[in-house]
């Protein structure tokens, strides 16, 4: 087993680092929470192909995804619709209510023990959490808290011609 470990990071470039590490390292089910995805930039071809291999790999993992606006993702993320489409059944994306509005952190947990925490999503701040399911699981009970009061939401992209 590897041993549990925290590594900070302080730049966009780190930032996306600990996210493909911690995509790359998740088992049974990794859960999102953003403010719109932006700047998780999932709509690249290698983000969703890591999501598309992680949802293949088994039948029971699964990707939960809260997000505040979801505007960029129908209209800046169409590889990300078309792996929403392809795979509803393991993905599911749900809008937090307005009350909600005021958190400004950035999550991408998985319950093997890995995460990302970006403290402020204006800020490329934070720490990548590898292998510590203790500290993992905690934040996992408040996404599971976010995602109780999230309300699903029908995904549809710009058409363009």
Known sequence: MTPAATSPFDSEAGFRLAVDAAVLAAAGRICVFDRDLAKLRFEERQRVAALRSFVCAKRDHRIRIAVQDTRHIERKAPRLLELLRLFG?????????????????????????????????DQPRGKFIAADPTTVAALLDRFGEIWATAEPCALTGTLGL
Request: net charge negative; with cysteine.
């Open 89 to 121: 059944h393991a993905i599911e994306v749900r809008r937090t209510p307005e009350e909600l509005d005021h958190l400004s952190d950035c999550q991408v947990l998985s319950e093997n023990g890995f995460a990302v925490v970006r403290f402020h999503v």
